[in-house]
């Protein structure tokens, strides 16, 4: 199985700072990586797919990066509603696999 | 608007089987791949399984946590996919999401229910 590796597993950072991501793969997964941000208790949303395509809805502020094995999530100014858990994932092979997550605390 | 609704989940015994549910709308369900994914209480997402559709021969994934004891299957006629799990463990609780994907292999969850809770107790 492709293991996900996303760093750092917790961050603490304050409205406005700029924040990023990293998920790297164990194996070349080209663009096939989507993030997802979890709120508690809600399910996951849908952020970026294909490494970089941001979903309709989702704020400007939100950007992603990367190809092969290595990938990052940028929010460029956070937002109290940025708060939360982020987790990518690979869909290029079975089984799909997460990330361990990443989650975003006020400083 | 896309909705799925989950349900079924509940307090079961080590060693019992369940049958979860998800109903969906909004969207041509028979055209999707669908996905399950769980997360137990306090961890991360961990994707559970998928149905391809009819053209595909309804062929199914599932990660290796699960595979043996677990069917998924689906009703294009009543909107529904299912999840059957059986020697349910007590690693097997977590709150179970369906998800939408798109025509293909290569497809992530685009969109998620609100989940079920399933505890599985000794």
Known sequence: AIRMTQSPSSLSASTGDRVTITCRASQDIRGYLVWYQQKPGKAPKLLISAASTLQSGVPSRFSGSGSGTDFSLTISSLQSEDFATYYCQQYLDYPLTFGGGTKVEIK | ?122
């Open chain 2, 1 to 122: 608007e896309v909705q799925l609704v989950e349900s079924g989940g509940g307090l079961v015994q080590t060693g019992g089987s369940l049958r979860l549910s998800c109903a969906a709308s909004g969207f041509p369900f028979s055209d999707r791949y669908m996905d399950w994914v769980r997360q137990a209480p306090g961890k991360g997402l961990e994707w559970v399984g998928r149905i391809r559709k009819k053209v595909n021969g309804y062929t199914t994934e599932y990660a290796a946590s699960v595979k043996g004891r677990s069917t998924i299957s689906r009703d294009d006629s009543k909107n529904s996919l299912y999840l059957q799990m059986s020697s349910l463990e007590i690693e097997d609780t977590a709150v179970y999401y369906c998800a939408s994907t798109s025509q293909s292999d290569y497809s992530y969850s685009g969109y998620w229910g609100q989940g079920t809770l399933v505890t599985v107790s000794s």
